[in-house]
C-alpha cells in the first residue's frame, strides 16, 4: 500500500474555511475516484501567527491506482482548490510506500 501525501501551509485568514471544504466536499471527492482506499486529514497544532499546516493522506493500493488519479482527476479537483483559495496556500506532495501494515 502507499500514501500520496499533500502537506499543506495555509494563511490563517483562510484556515476555516480551507477545514470545512475539505471535510465537508474535497476528501470524499478524492475518495469518490475510486484510485484511492481511504484518507487522513490533520491540522497542526503549532502555533503561527501568519498560518497552519494540515496534511492530507491518501492511501492507495498500486501506482497504478496514483497514474489513473493524474491521468483522469487531479487536474479537476486541484484547479477547483486553487480557485477557492488562489494566492492563500501552498502545497507539497509526495509519495510513500507503507512499510507496515496500518495499525488500528
Same mark, same amino acid.
Given at each position: ?9 495555509? #494563511?490563517? !485568514?483562510?484556515? %476555516?474555511?480551507? $477545514?470545512?471544504?475539505?471535510? *465537508? /466536499? ?5 475518495? #469518490?475516484? !475510486?484510485?484511492? %482506499?481511504?484518507? $487522513?486529514?490533520?491540522?497542526? *497544532? /503549532? ?58
Amino acid at each position: 500500500m502507499y500514501t500520496y501525501s499533500v502537506k499543506s501551509r495555509v #494563511n490563517n !485568514e483562510v484556515v %476555516t474555511a480551507w $477545514q470545512k471544504f475539505f471535510v *465537508e /466536499h474535497h476528501l470524499q471527492d478524492l475518495i #469518490n475516484t !475510486e484510485c484511492f %482506499t481511504h484518507y $487522513q486529514f490533520r491540522r497542526s *497544532e /503549532h502555533e503561527d501567527p501568519m498560518s497552519t499546516y494540515f496534511i492530507a493522506d491518501y492511501y492507495f493500493e498500486s501506482m497504478k491506482d496514483l497514474e489513473r488519479y493524474e491521468s483522469l482527476f487531479a487536474k479537476e479537483l486541484k484547479q477547483d482548490v486553487r480557485k477557492r483559495f488562489a494566492g492563500k496556500f501552498h502545497s507539497e506532495r509526495s509519495i510513500y510506500r507503507l512499510l507496515t501494515p496500518i495499525n488500528h
